[in-house]
């Protein structure tokens, strides 16, 4: 990748880091309705990728330095996108917040990365 478009690429992972978490939150209401769940249990899918990501992140970054952060970032970017999508289809509500805490782990792994 050209040394000019590097560091636009990784502002951008930090922001899509910080929005993927709470993009959904004026949606949860909606979100509980097709799942007939309350609000306050749709409110998981925020909590869940919020803890996994804050339990995640200094373990991720604690062992990020004995991997090549090239390949480290390229893996949960993956991930990310791929936990995106499959929380778009997912049938029920635990589903959908199992696979947050999935995502949350794998946003937690993008930060040291990108800063690695």
Excluded at 7 to 30: D, K, Q, R
Excluded at 32 to 49: C, D, E, K, N, R
Excluded at 57 to 71: F, K, S
Aim: charged share 5%.
């Amino acid at each position: 990748m050209s040394s000019r478009l590097f560091l636009p690429v990784l502002a951008l992972v930090v922001f899509f880091v910080g929005a993927t978490e709470f993009m959904i939150a004026p949606m949860l209401t909606p979100i509980g309705t097709a799942f007939g769940a309350s609000p306050a249990a749709a409110s998981w899918l925020i909590s869940g990728y919020a803890l996994s990501y804050a339990l995640g992140a200094p373990l991720i970054g604690l062992i990020a330095h004995r991997i090549d952060w090239r390949m480290l970032l390229a893996v949960a970017l993956a991930l990310l996108a791929a936990d995106g999508l499959a929380v778009a289809f997912a049938p029920t509500l635990g589903i959908a917040i199992a696979l947050r805490v999935l995502g949350g782990v794998a946003a937690a792994a993008l930060i040291p990365a990108v800063f690695a």
